[in-house]
Each structure stands twice: as structure tokens, then as C-alpha cells.
């Protein structure tokens, strides 16, 4: 085996195999040929990558690696770590990109010359991109060496799909591979954010010139803020971690156009934001922040005089309260400031007194109440707070715009990680934004029962000053009001009157049938239907089918976020008949896909199963998978969650024609439970809303 060379894990040879790890360790135990491990512990071995390729070769289960899969097992088992190896591969993709003919003259030589050599090139271009004081240091001759042959593979990747894409693919799956070590912002949020701050109507004034769009992100992260802002003039940066520093630095540098004035340079800097401003006196058009919440540590003690504090010195447990007066201080006047915030923030009493400065001196313009779901943490409905720096002649703002998303009903959205309907959350904050964010408005803002609301300031400044949004938004009429609730009445009674004509004729005693059963898996190889899995990368899916909504029996909720990364897989679409399980749980649910739910993408956690209709129907296949014996003995218990293995199902073997017969049976039985279901969710609105009526008084006393 060639020294240093790359080394793989068991779950690194199964992606490679397109096989769960079970079947790698089935592979250890029975091929007495297969190598043996070469690192890592006895729990976690590592295999090395060029044996592992061979051998799968060998055994006819590997036709060839697609080219990027190899480019990240090498980034991932480089002997400096993935990081190291990170930054070496963004610092050569910078070099591919802004001179590729030097790459060209530099990869034809021999690798140790090569990184003799690339060291002056690289460091040239660094500068060029990143500027002095910059975050990535040049990597010395000696780190580089390792280096090589993954280099050359990171620019045959780039030649393949271009050098931002490939660095996107490798820094999207190094944060895969660790998500407790980063914390990210999803693209939907920071392009929300984004646009709060810049309005892409402002990316040109109306002589049709560009005008300033300089942008600070203070706790830049993996740097999502600044990538979402669309033209930018001027991008500066600070982060904490010296290593996702110099990874922000090349992600925004490969994401800027290469050359000319549009590919300005990125200010990324290093250091703790609070204690060491990098970018002392910088003023900016618009602050973009995720900041870290309820830091204790975050320099209380030594910086009790510190200018910034222009609105109050904020309490040891106000961390928060300290980077929002930092956002402020790099505002030029008229600046805007967006700022991702715990819901804590907005009605900690220790903060109150910095609030109401805020809402006093028209610094703070609006509260935005996320859903639960929205970012890390991912349980915690969280706000965004839009703030301007107040100009010398600037009258106070004498509103507040609060707007509270956290309902479904507000925008479109189902609460939850990965079912965020992010356009349409999107568009009701800025709808609301932009109405209230008008110059010299004189009219009043429209208010919108339970979802937003111009609170004057003077209402707000009490003993709390609580600026939560939905403590200051008028309730939503109760179940829409009684006119409301007679039409939800009026379904009702459909609904139970359509529930009575399906109810199922009484069950005909018979004997048990002796019939040959076969499985799901004998199917399969039979070509009789075919069974794929959710993958989880649904990409440009405009819908996605989610686990919750075949347990729920709802049309598909999920939405596919416009990908930062290249797929690895193209998403799976459903199509009529196709029949859908949930792989945890171990409930008896199967679902027949319809028009309504054909073209939407498969979600996470389901499999599919696609029949071939000249040999099985879809609603027979459903209706023998929902049996209670079937899921009991086709279901693993072997941890924490039950979990379905769909190849064991069993399915009798009948002709098409007595299946047909099943599978009109088991339809009715689908409607029949549709209808229930729809009932129950109709009686549960009607008796809530006339609580809600009864005691707001909108509905009153028969």
C-alpha cells in the first residue's frame, strides 16, 4: 500500500457501494479477501481507499467511483484531516479558477515538485482574492506534499462541474459529516434575511446604475449570510474559528465572479467579534448576523465603557442585546441591521431597558416570530429583528412592526424541520415588510388578524416592554367568525353523511386462507415491481411527500429549498400507483399515490414501491402491507425505533383478476378512512372555534 494513502471507513465503502453498512460487514465476515483494516480502533476501522476500490472491482460490485465520491473519500481520509485538506483543495480551486493556464504549467511536473512550486502560486493568488490581514494562510511546502494527488482530483472535479460547485460539494459534505460542530443557517433564512436588509430592488438605482451594497456578518459561520445577499458591493466577515474563518473566506471568494471590479475581494477576518473588532471605524450598508445565544462569556467584565453600547450596557445573560448595538455600530445612518435572535430576547426583563431605548430612538423596526424549525435550534420558534441606524434629522419611527409566522395558517407553512414552506413564509414577511418600510408614509398599515400589525411605540413602552409579536396581534376571528364556522358546519355534516354511505358492509364470516405467499424482495427481483428509498435530496423538487404526510394521510407539505450543493441523488418523483411506507414506526400505513400526489418528490424515510401493472394492482399491494402480522414480522426491534424492512412483506400470489378484486375492497376501505379522518379534523375546528367564539364573544349564546 503507497504511503499516505487515503484511508475509508465501513460507512465511507458503503456509500462507494451504494449499500447499507450491514452489507459490509457481511462482507468482512464472509470474504476472507477482503482487506484488512489499516487504522481507526476496532470499533471504527479504516480500510485503505485504493485496496477497498480494487476488491469491490474484484467482486463485480463496483463499476467505477463516480469522480467525486473519490474526491471526498480522499479529502476525508487525508492524513492532516479533513479540514487541512479543506482548504488546501479551496485554495487550489481559487488557482484553477483565476489562472487556470498557471494550474496547467504547475500539475505538469512531478507531485513533489508540484509542491515546491505551488506555495508562490498560491500565496499570489490569496492576495489577489483575499486581500492582506486575510483569514487563509499560505499552506508551506511541506503541508502540501500530502496534498497532491488530491489536488489534482479536486481540479479534474472542477473541470467537471466548475470550481465553486466542486468546493460547495466538499464543504457541503464536511458540514454533513459533522452537524454538531457547525451551526448553520438554512438557505431559506438567510436568503429571507438577505433580502430584509437589501431588497434586490435596490441592487440598481433609477438611473439604472449600482448603488452601494456593503455587507457585515460579524459572526459569519459558514459564511450562508453573505452568500444569500445578491450583488454585493463590498463583503466583510469576522468568525471566531480560525478553521471555518479560512473556509468562509474561499467559499465567498470562489462564490464572487473571478476578476474585475464584481469580484471584489472578501474581508474575512479572525477572532472573537465582541472582545477584538477587526473592522474598527467600518460602516456598511447592512449587517447580516446569526450570533451565538446565551453566551455568558462573551466580555461583560472588560468592556463596561465600550462605545458601542449606545443603548445601554447589556446584563451578563443579554449577549444578544451586545451584538445587536454591534450590528448598529457599523451602520452608516439609514443602514439596516437583521439579526437573528432567541424568542428570550424580545421579553427577558433584564434586557427591557435596551429595548426601550431601541423602540425610543427608532433603532428597532421590527420583530419577525419565526416557526419552530426555522434554524438551529431547531425547537425554538426564533425571531428576527430589523433594525436602523437612526440619522441626525431622522424623526423617531413611531411604530413597530411585528409579524408572527409561527402559525401555519400565517404563510403557508406545517411546523417542523424540513416542512417549512420557505417561498411562502418568504413572502408574507416581506409583503408585510415592504408595506411598512415606505418613506414618508403617511397612510396606516394594514393590519392582518394574527399575522401582522404596526404597533405604535407608545404601547409597548411599559413595566415589560415585551415585544413579542403575538402579544400584540389581534386574535384572528374565531374559526373565521360565525359565517365561518356555518360552512365548516355545513362540511361537517357532508363529511359524516358521505362517512355514513362508506361505512363497510357487516364482515361475512369465512375460513382462513390457505394461499402461497411471496415477499416484497422476490418481487422485486422478479421485475414484478420496483423499491427505491427516500433519499433525503430532493433538490429542486417543488413538493416534497414527507413522512408525516402518509401518516396523516395529508397532501404533500414539504418544500425543497434551492440546493447549495450538487445532489447526489436526482430526486425520486411519485407516480400514480406508486404505493409509499414509512420505514420507522412500525405502524401499519401504506399509501396509493393519486393524481394529486404524482411529481411530488419521495421524502426521507419512506419507501416506494412501484408495481408493474400488468402483474400487480397498486391497491391490493397496499391493502396486504397494512396487515398488522405482516408489519409485526417484516419490523426490526433492535433499537430505539422500529423499523421496517418492506422486502419481507408478504404479498399472496393470486391472479390479476382476484386482485383487482381485493384491491376494490381495499379502496373503499381508503376512502372510508379518509372520510373519518376528515370528520374528525372538521368536529375538532367547529368545537374549538365555537370555544373560541363563545368566549371572545364574536359567536353568541343560542
Not at 398599515?445 to 416592554?465: C, F, K, M, N, Q
Request: charged share 20%; hydrophobic share 40%.
Amino acid at each position: 500500500m503507497p504511503e499516505n494513502s487515503t484511508e475509508v471507513t465501513a460507512a465511507g465503502i458503503a456509500r462507494l457501494a451504494g449499500v447499507g453498512r450491514a452489507a459490509v460487514s457481511n462482507w468482512r465476515r464472509r470474504h476472507a479477501d477482503f482487506p484488512k483494516p489499516v487504522g481507526g480502533t476496532e470499533a471504527s476501522p479504516s480500510f485503505a481507499l485504493p485496496e477497498v476500490e480494487q476488491w469491490l472491482r474484484d467482486q463485480g460490485k463496483l463499476a467505477e467511483i463516480p469522480l467525486r465520491e473519490r474526491v471526498w473519500q480522499q479529502l476525508a481520509g487525508h492524513p492532516g484531516g479533513a479540514v487541512t485538506a479543506l482548504l488546501h483543495a479551496g485554495c487550489a480551486l481559487l488557482l484553477v479558477r483565476d489562472r487556470p493556464t498557471a494550474w496547467l504549467e504547475i500539475t505538469a511536473v512531478s507531485d513533489a515538485r508540484m509542491a515546491g512550486v505551488l506555495p508562490g502560486a498560491l500565496d499570489h493568488v490569496l492576495a489577489d482574492r483575499l486581500g492582506s490581514g486575510r483569514a487563509v494562510p499560505t499552506p508551506a511546502e511541506s503541508e502540501l506534499l500530502p496534498s497532491v494527488p488530491l489536488l489534482r482530483a479536486v481540479a479534474e472535479l472542477a473541470a467537471e462541474t466548475g470550481a465553486r460547485q466542486a468546493f460547495d460539494f466538499l464543504f457541503g459534505r464536511q458540514l454533513d459529516a459533522n452537524p454538531r460542530q457547525y451551526t448553520l443557517t438554512p438557505p431559506g433564512l438567510a436568503e429571507l434575511m438577505a433580502d430584509l436588509a437589501l431588497p434586490a430592488r435596490d441592487a440598481a438605482g433609477a438611473s439604472g446604475r449600482r448603488t452601494s451594497r456593503t455587507v457585515l456578518d460579524p459572526a459569519a459561520g459558514t459564511g450562508a449570510l453573505l452568500r444569500a445577499v445578491g450583488r454585493p458591493t463590498g463583503l466583510y466577515a469576522q468568525e471566531a474559528d480560525p478553521d471555518l474563518a479560512a473556509l468562509t473566506a474561499l467559499r465567498l471568494a470562489l462564490h464572487a465572479p473571478g476578476g474585475g471590479a464584481e469580484g471584489a475581494a472578501p474581508s474575512v477576518r479572525t477572532g472573537d467579534t465582541l472582545r477584538t473588532d477587526a473592522f474598527p471605524g467600518l460602516t456598511v450598508d447592512a449587517v447580516l448576523c446569526h450570533p451565538p445565544f446565551n453566551e455568558r462569556n462573551w466580555g461583560h467584565d472588560e468592556l463596561a465603557y465600550d462605545p458601542r453600547w449606545e443603548y445601554g450596557f447589556p446584563a451578563r445573560t443579554e449577549s444578544e442585546l451586545a451584538w445587536v448595538q454591534h450590528a448598529l455600530a457599523h451602520l452608516r445612518e439609514g443602514g439596516t441591521a437583521v439579526v437573528l435572535m432567541p424568542p428570550a430576547a424580545a421579553s427577558r426583563r433584564s434586557g427591557r431597558r435596551i429595548r426601550a431605548d431601541l423602540l425610543r430612538r427608532g433603532a428597532l423596526r421590527a420583530v419577525i416570530a419565526l416557526p419552530a424549525g426555522a434554524a438551529p435550534p431547531y425547537g425554538i420558534p426564533l425571531h428576527i429583528w430589523v433594525l436602523r441606524k437612526p440619522g441626525a434629522e431622522q424623526p423617531p419611527a413611531p411604530e413597530l412592526l411585528v409579524v408572527d409566522t409561527a402559525e401555519p395558517e400565517s404563510a403557508g407553512t406545517t411546523s417542523g424541520r424540513d416542512r417549512l414552506d420557505w417561498p411562502a413564509l418568504r413572502g408574507a414577511v416581506l409583503d408585510a415588510w415592504t408595506a411598512f418600510d415606505v418613506p414618508g408614509r403617511r397612510e396606516p398599515v394594514e393590519e392582518r388578524p394574527g399575522t401582522s400589525r404596526a404597533v405604535p411605540v407608545i404601547e409597548l413602552l411599559d413595566d415589560d416592554v415585551d415585544l413579542a409579536p403575538a402579544r400584540h396581534l389581534p386574535p384572528q376571528a374565531a374559526g373565521g367568525g360565525a359565517a365561518e364556522l356555518a360552512r365548516v358546519r355545513k362540511r361537517l355534516d357532508d363529511t359524516l353523511k358521505l362517512t355514513a354511505r362508506l361505512t363497510p358492509p357487516p364482515a361475512v364470516p369465512g375460513e382462513p386462507a390457505r394461499r402461497p405467499f411471496t415477499t416484497v424482495g422476490e418481487l422485486a427481483r422478479a421485475g414484478a415491481l420496483r423499491l427505491r428509498t427516500g433519499s433525503g435530496a430532493p433538490g429542486g423538487a417543488a413538493r416534497v411527500l414527507t413522512e408525516h404526510d402518509v401518516l396523516a394521510g395529508t397532501a404533500p407539505s414539504g418544500t425543497a429549498a434551492a440546493p447549495t450543493t450538487p445532489t447526489e441523488t436526482e430526486p425520486l418523483l411519485l407516480e400514480p400507483g406508486d404505493v409509499v411506507v414509512p420505514v420507522l414506526g412500525g405502524g401499519s400505513v401504506a399509501r396509493v399515490v393519486d393524481e394529486a400526489t404524482a411529481g411530488a418528490a419521495l421524502g426521507r424515510n419512506l419507501q416506494l414501491l412501484r408495481p408493474d401493472p400488468a402483474a400487480l394492482d397498486p391497491w391490493f399491494l397496499a391493502g396486504f402491507l397494512r396487515a398488522t402480522a405482516n408489519n409485526r414480522q417484516a419490523s426490526s426491534y433492535a433499537s430505539t425505533a422500529t423499523r421496517l424492512d418492506a422486502r419481507r412483506l408478504q404479498v399472496p400470489r393470486l391472479p390479476l383478476a382476484e386482485q383487482q378484486r381485493y384491491g376494490e375492497q381495499f379502496r373503499d376501505l381508503a376512502a372510508f378512512e379518509d372520510a373519518l379522518r376528515t370528520a374528525g379534523r372538521l368536529g375538532g375546528q367547529l368545537v374549538q372555534g365555537m370555544y373560541d367564539g363563545l368566549t371572545e364573544g364574536t359567536v353568541a349564546p343560542g
